[in-house]
C-alpha cells in the first residue's frame, strides 16, 4: 500500500519562529510536492522537487524553502513564520508521470 | 497561464445523481484527474482521464470530456451520505507532464443530505 506521512497533523507555532514540516513516501518516487490549502483557492503549490537535491519554486514560494537531501524525504521550512502562513499543507510524491499521492496534512496556525 | 475553474458548493439528495463541472484553459493538457478529500485528510485519486478520450465509467463515476469546450464533468450516480467531501479537479498542463506538476481548480463541496 502507497503511504505518504506528515510529520505532524496538528502544529501551533508562534509568529517568529522556525517551523519545519517533513515529509516522508515509501514509494522511490521522483518528484515531491508541496501545497497549501486554503478555503475557496483551492490548493496553491509552494515548491515541488524532481529529484534529490533539485528543486523548482512554484506558485507561492514566497516565505518558504525546501530541502531534499534523501529521495524519500521533502522538508518545507518557514524561516520566520508569520499569521498569514497559518494555513493546511500537504505533501505529495509521484512518478514523472503518474498520478499524485497524497499526504493526510499538516494543519499550522501561527499565532 | 494555465488556469482551472469550478463551482465551490453542490448540494443533492441521498440517491440523486451529482454532477460536478469543472473547466480548463490549457488545450494540451494530457490527464486530467478527479481527487476526492474527506474532512480531515489529504486529497485520494478518484479517477482520470486521458485527454485522447471522450468518456470514462468506473462503478457509480462517469468522468466526461469536451476537449473543444475545455470543460470535464464528473457524475456520481446514487450519490450516498459518504460521497460528501470536497472535490478537486486538475490536469497536467502540456508542458509539465515530466515533473508531474498538477493545476488544480478550487474545489467543490459536495453536501449529500439524507
Known amino acids: 500500500d502507497v503511504k505518504v506521512t506528515q510529520s505532524s497533523r496538528y502544529l501551533v507555532k508562534r509568529t517568529g519562529e522556525k517551523v519545519f514540516l517533513e515529509c516522508v513516501q515509501d514509494?522511490?518516487?521522483?518528484?515531491m510536492f508541496w501545497y497549501r490549502q486554503d478555503p475557496g483557492l483551492g490548493l496553491r503549490l509552494i515548491y515541488f522537487s524532481y529529484d534529490v537535491k533539485m528543486k523548482e519554486k512554484g506558485d507561492i514560494p514566497e516565505g518558504y524553502s525546501v530541502s531534499r537531501e534523501k529521495k524519500e524525504r521533502f522538508s518545507l521550512i518557514l524561516e520566520s513564520a508569520s499569521t498569514n502562513q497559518t494555513s493546511m499543507y500537504l505533501c505529495?510524491?509521484?512518478?514523472?508521470?503518474?498520478?499524485?499521492?497524497f499526504g493526510p496534512g499538516t494543519r499550522l496556525t501561527v499565532t | 497561464g494555465e488556469d482551472v475553474e469550478q463551482s465551490l458548493f453542490l448540494s443533492v439528495r441521498e440517491g440523486d445523481s451529482s454532477v460536478i463541472n469543472c473547466t480548463y484553459t490549457?488545450?494540451?493538457?494530457?490527464?486530467l484527474y478527479w481527487y476526492k478529500q474527506e474532512p480531515g485528510a489529504g486529497l485520494q485519486l478518484l479517477t482520470y482521464i486521458f485527454s485522447n478520450m471522450d468518456m470514462k465509467q468506473d462503478q457509480r463515476l462517469t468522468v466526461l470530456l469536451n476537449k473543444k469546450d475545455k470543460h470535464l464533468s464528473l457524475r456520481i450516480a446514487d450519490t450516498q451520505t459518504g460521497d460528501s467531501a470536497i472535490y478537486f479537479c486538475a490536469e497536467i498542463p502540456g508542458g509539465s507532464s515530466n515533473t508531474g506538476k498538477l493545476i488544480f481548480g478550487q474545489g467543490t463541496t459536495l453536501q449529500v443530505k439524507p
Open positions: 505529495a510524491s509521484s512518478l514523472p508521470e503518474g498520478e499524485q499521492y
Open positions: 490549457d488545450s494540451s493538457s494530457t490527464y
Open positions: 514509494m522511490d518516487h521522483e518528484n
